[in-house]
């Protein structure tokens, strides 16, 4: 691994010039007037900042070489023009041009970070400007549409944007934010590839000039045509109690983070300051600010890991216009674009891998970094769990990456144990793993249902010949017999007699079955494939046992108030008949599946055809809870039919397992 005193850039050269140096020749041959640019009352004149932006010919691209040549110094003239002015000023003049962006509070907080001492504020400017810009952009695209681009360079390329703000207008925006040839301001601040001060404070004032530009354009437009604003819904983060793997982070925890950073190999010596600041901003309550500040610097540490154990150090710097950054997708994926092994994951370990996918890749899962860089989240109440449990895992990260003599004390050794134990929650079988589990408290309920006297149940109605039940339940121990074997080899359960399976201890023997290690790393598809009928399966039937549930309750209460007509009482009788019977049947359904998840991998082990007659056996199951979904309803109420199906279903899966056990 590079050392991190030998690395003082990691933009590359032709990035490093355009960003850090191109424009600054024309800076003494031309002191431009601020009312070039803005008219006294403020507002800006876009006809003569879109006259330096430059475009090839004949074909008419943008050049953006040129372009950001010229515009270099009206980017000065505009910074020093706000360094003149008091907040107050900028307040009175501004604030109402902000409000369209939906955070007119943080753009006119980026007013005062400019003038701040400490060296991270501008990029922590930038970053929350871009992303809180492109969000509001959406919604303004949304204007004239029924989708927005999820790039940003989508979006400021759109024709939408273009027909609101004009051509030139957008263009301009093209040069700061639009692509890889342009400034690209966003991107390598949030890969983490900008150092603290490396890019020029005049593009952070020209762009929150600008984000008050648009919004008097906007204004005009809105006026013109009559029309509404509408912004989205924040995105709300959910499912936070799974997020809790690490103790919350605390004084004594904030003290060793400290440390490490000054003793990690994973921190580049020039990103200092940047782990320094999100520790303060933790301390200070700002969360929001914490994570943007963090996420890019674990970033750029694991691409200086991933580029050295690799061996491909050049890698470690901006791409060029014609090369992808090396950044998360590529850093956590299996094999490197050349085909060999990546070496990053092996080192990092399984818990670790899958705590990354988990908080940033995963759909179902938080997806933090996505959601905060593309302006999603409401900055103003950003969970303090999200950037605790974010700080613990960096610190696993920075205490790995230590020197070899470096001693592991109380706290790490807690943090390092968390995370070995950990296991996905947020991959497709993670979340299969969480629903079995749901679903079995869900069932467990209907042994406490409220039920009326048995005596009332015999003397008021027959359910079905009671041989056909009897099959049901001889059907049930023998596909439970045939099954047994599939269940993992050290199952302590398997010491059980067969019939314990579906017995009072049920709800332990599948939460046990659950908590059995299955891989969730690099799945193929045909593994997908089979999980998403599975988890299909499982809602469906806790669909089932709350409709159960519900419909149980209720008409308990009308019987005891003797609210139920004749015809409700014997449908009552019949559903609670009905129900002692659903109960096994369900729990067999539950056990098959978590069996099945346990098992997935075999499908890769099976010909096109045994998947296509998998698949079928599976979805046939889906169908039948899916049926019973109907006639349970309320609405329904079809209890005869009921276990009609299930005995159909019963030796269809008594044929499929019987011919597995040949």
Known sequence: M???????SCLSPDVYSMVCKLGQEEEEDERLDIYTLITEDGKLLWVNFANYVCYHSPDGTLDYIKSVRLLR??????????????????????????????????????????RSKEVTTLSLALMKLTSLLERALGDVHLLVSRECPFLLRDLLASQELAKIFGQPVMDIFRVFLGSPKSLNLRNILWHGFAAPQEIPPEYCSMLLFFSGGLGQLLSDYLERTSSELVHRPYYSFTCLEELNIFPDVNDEILSVAEELIMKSKF???????????????????????????????IETGLRLVFTSLNNCQERLLTAESTTLYTTFDEMLAKQLNNGDINQLPLKLGD???????????????????????????????????????????????????????SQENAVTGTLKKCASCYRSRFHPIGRLRYQVLNCIESLVKWDSLPVVPVDDIQSSVRLKDPADIKECSSLMDEIVSLTFS??????????????????????????????????????????????????????????????????AENRHVQWINKALRSRQR?????MLTCIQHLSPVSRLILLLVTMEMYNVYKVCEKSPSECLQYLKFLKAILQYVENLVTYTSP????WDETMELTKKILLKIKLFYGKLTI
Request: aromatic content about 10%; glycine content about 2%; some cysteine.
């Open 351 to 405: 818990p670790l891998l899958e705590f990354l996918w988990d908080f940033l890749n995963h759909q179902e899962g938080p997806r933090v970094r996505d959601h905060l860089s593309h302006g999603e989240v409401d900055l103003k109440v950003f969970p303090r769990c999200i950037a605790s449990q974010l700080i613990a895992f960096a610190m696993v990260l920075l205490h790995q990456f230590c020197a070899e003599d």
């Open 486 to 551: 599939l269940m993992p080899v050290n199952f302590s359960w398997k010491r059980e007699p067969v019939g314990e399976l579906l017995g009072n201890k049920w709800p332990q023997i599948l939460a046990d079955l659950c908590s059995t290690h299955v891989p969730v790393l690099y799945c193929p598809r045909s593994v997908l494939e089979v999980v998403v009928v599975l988890r299909q399966i499982i809602t469906q039937c806790h669909l089932v046992s709350d409709q159960v549930i519900s419909t």
């Open 635 to 638: 609405e329904k109420n079809k």
């Open 267 to 297: 921190v580049l010596k020039i990103m200092l300051p940047y782990w320094n600041a999100a520790l303060m901003a933790f301390k200070q309550h700002r969360y929001a600010d914490c994570v943007i500040l963090l996420l890019p610097q």
């Open 2 to 8: 590079l050392a991190s005193e030998e690395i003082t």
């Open 570 to 574: 014997q449908n009552y009788l019949r």
């Open 73 to 114: 110094p009206a980017c000065k003239m505009v910074h020093l023009h706000l360094m003149s002015i008091t907040a107050c000023f900028f307040k009175e003049k501004y604030e109402v041009w902000f409000e369209w962006t939906n955070n007119t509070q943080v753009f006119l907080e980026v007013f005062d970070l400019l």
